[in-house]
């Protein structure tokens, strides 16, 4: 017996559907740093995908400093596409020396800016050897030739003073132009090590 809505069957003989949507990840390319200037994806961006994800892991600042982003579309390298975003950050310090706190970011959203969108919010990454960021990017049909490009990231990091930081930031791209490639930096210094995945969702 199958399983019917909206005149588009979802389950039949117990098996789901081979057009329905499943969230399986495909990884599509791995990019490491090493004392790297920048990380730039510049394949595997296309209309394959409704959703992409940047996964990254352990990355480490050659000095304190902000990991940020930016897109560009087609050949370019500009990486000044517009962005307008919200940023905030919840906070919790491990000597429970002062109170945890969530707060809106004010000063690392972007209003229609070309600059690198900061994914780090409300403090720095720190070079302690221990110290690194982690998290995750979800880029919404970036091949999109009508809308605007929508995003969401989320990230972890270790503050200088020994505090957990909880960055989340999400806006979007300002263009109706198919999104091809981002780039990830520091604001300051190289970045010392890290793994880049770039998966697309099914």
Request: a negative charge; zero cysteines.
């Amino acid at each position: 017996m199958g399983v019917i809505s909206n005149g588009t069957t979802l389950l039949d003989a117990g098996a789901l559907d081979s057009g329905i949507a499943t969230g399986a990840m495909t990884l599509i390319s791995t990019a490491t740093a090493s004392s790297s200037a920048t990380i730039d994806i510049t394949s595997g961006i296309t209309s394959t995908y409704k959703e992409y994800q940047i996964h990254f892991f352990n990355v480490h600042p050659a000095s304190g400093s902000r990991l940020a982003f930016q897109v560009d579309t087609g050949t370019n390298t500009n990486y000044n596409q517009q962005i307008t975003s919200t940023a905030f950050a919840a906070r919790h310090q491990e000597g429970e020396g002062d109170d945890p706190d969530l707060g809106y970011q004010a000063g690392d959203d972007l209003a229609n800016g070309t600059g690198f969108q900061r994914l780090s919010v409300g403090g720095t990454v720190e070079t302690d050897a221990d110290a690194s960021a982690t998290g995750i990017i979800h880029i919404y049909d970036p091949a999109n030739t009508t809308s605007i490009k929508h995003f969401i990231a989320t990230m972890q990091i270790y503050h200088n003073d020994q505090a957990s930081h909880n960055s989340f930031v999400a806006g979007y791209v300002n263009t109706t132009t198919a999104i091809t490639r981002i780039r990830f930096k520091y604001e300051s210094g190289n970045i010392d090590a890290g793994t880049f995945k770039l998966y697309g969702i099914t």
